[in-house]
C-alpha cells in the first residue's frame, strides 16, 4: 500500500462487550448517579460505591434512557444493571436482533421504532420528558451536552492505550463517524498530546454523510441521504453539535466510503496477509481501513494526505463481529 505500517486499535474485545461504546454509557450512568449523590451529601462516591448501593435512597428512582443503534444502548444497558437501576433502550428498525438480545441480556427494555436512528432519538426524548426518565445520549443537541461529553471521555481511554501503547504514535488517523462522538475523542486527545499533531481523516458512509456535509456548509448539516447504509453504528444524518468545535476545526479530510467496500474490507481483516493478526470486525469498524484502502487507490488523495513509506497510519476497529459474519 506504499505505507510506512498501520496499526489497528482493536475494540472487538473491549470487557468481554464487543464494541468500544463500553467506555462511553457505563461511565456517563455512574457520573450521573454520583453527582445526585454528591449534590445531596456534598461528597462524591467512587464507581465500587455506587455499584455497592451506597446512598440507594438516592439512586434507586432513576430510571435510565437512551436511543441506540444498537452498541450505545447495551452499554447504557450494562451500566444500568451494574448500579440497578431501570433502563429502556430505543431501537431504530433496522438493529440487528443479536444487538436487541445483547441488551435485553443486560436486563433492560427495548423499544423499536418505526424509523431510523434520528426517529428513535426524537421518541426516546418524547418519551423521557413525559415519563421523567434520564437520557444518557451520545449524541448532544442544545441545552443538552453534559452527558455526552461525560460519555465522550469514556471513550478517551482507548486513546490513552494507543499513545501508551504505540510509542512514536501516529502520523495518520482513519476515524468513523456517526454523530462524531469517536471522532471528536480521538481527534480531541491526540491534538493534545501530539505536537505537530497527526493528520485526521473522517470516513462515513455514503448515505449517512452528516460530517461531509456539514464540512461543506462550514456549519452542522443533514446528511445528503436518508442513512441506509449496512454500517449501523454510522448511520446518522445529524452530527452532535458539541463535537463542531473539535471534529469540525481540526479535520483534515472528510470522506465517504460506498457499501460494497464493507465485506471485502471485513474478509480481509479476518484473513489478513504475512502473519498479521486476523481482527473480527462488523460493518462500523472496518469503516477506517476501508477509507484508507480507498484512499491508496487514488494517488491524487494520497498525495493530498502527503502518505507514504514513512507514514503510520491508526485504524479502529471500532466493533466486533456480532453475529454478522465476515465469511
Ligand atoms: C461500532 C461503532 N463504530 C463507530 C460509531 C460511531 O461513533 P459516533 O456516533 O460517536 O461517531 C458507533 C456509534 O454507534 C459504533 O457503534
Redesign the pocket.
Known amino acids: 500500500m506504499g505505507l510506512g505500517e498501520i496499526r489497528v486499535k482493536d475494540e472487538s474485545q473491549r470487557f468481554g462487550f464487543g ?1 468500544f ?1 463500553a467506555l462511553g454509557g457505563v461511565l456517563a450512568v455512574y457520573s450521573k448517579l454520583s453527582s445526585a449523590i454528591g449534590e445531596a451529601y456534598h461528597a462524591s462516591p467512587s464507581f465500587e460505591e455506587v455499584m455497592k448501593g451506597n446512598h440507594r435512597e438516592i439512586t434507586k428512582d432513576y430510571v435510565f434512557t437512551t436511543a441506540s ?4 444502548g447495551r452499554s447504557v444497558a450494562a451500566g444500568a444493571k451494574l448500579f440497578g437501576n431501570r433502563c429502556i433502550i430505543f431501537l431504530p428498525k433496522f438493529t440487528s436482533a443479536e444487538k436487541e438480545a445483547a441488551i435485553r441480556a443486560r436486563g433492560a427494555e427495548v423499544i423499536r421504532v418505526d424509523g431510523d436512528y434520528d426517529t428513535a432519538v426524537a421518541e426516546c426524548r418524547r418519551e423521557a420528558e413525559a415519563n421523567g426518565w434520564t437520557i444518557i445520549s ?1 449524541t448532544s443537541w442544545p441545552g443538552y451536552e453534559d452527558t455526552p461529553r461525560d460519555v465522550m471521555r469514556g471513550y478517551t481511554v482507548l486513546v490513552e492505550e494507543v499513545i501508551r501503547q504505540w510509542p512514536p504514535g501516529p502520523t495518520h488517523v482513519f476515524v ?8 471528536a475523542s480521538v481527534i480531541g486527545y491526540l491534538w493534545a498530546r501530539y505536537e505537530p499533531r497527526p493528520t485526521f481523516i473522517v470516513v462515513e458512509p455514503e448515505s449517512a454523510d452528516c460530517w461531509f456535509q456539514s464540512n461543506r456548509a462550514g456549519k452542522p448539516a443533514p446528511a445528503s441521504g436518508n442513512a441506509d447504509t449496512s454500517m449501523g ?2 448511520a ?1 444524518r445529524e452530527i452532535s453539535p458539541v463535537t463542531w468545535p473539535v471534529v469540525g476545526l481540526a479535520t483534515d479530510w472528510f470522506m465517504t466510503i460506498p457499501e460494497d467496500r464493507v465485506m471485502p474490507t471485513r474478509r480481509l481483516l479476518a484473513h489478513p496477509i504475512d502473519g498479521d493478526p486476523a481482527i473480527a470486525s ?1 460493518p ?2 472496518c469503516a477506517g481501513l476501508a477509507g484508507l484502502l480507498r484512499v491508496c487507490e487514488d494517488g491524487d488523495a494520497f498525495e493530498a494526505l502527503h502518505l507514504d513509506r514513512g507514514s503510520r497510519v491508526l485504524l479502529i476497529n ?2 466486533g463481529n456480532l453475529g454478522e459474519g465476515a465469511a
Open positions: 464494541a461504546k443503534s444498537g452498541n450505545h451520545d468513523q463517524a456517526g454523530v462524531g462522538g469517536l471522532a453504528g454510522l446518522c462488523g462500523s469498524g471500532s466493533e
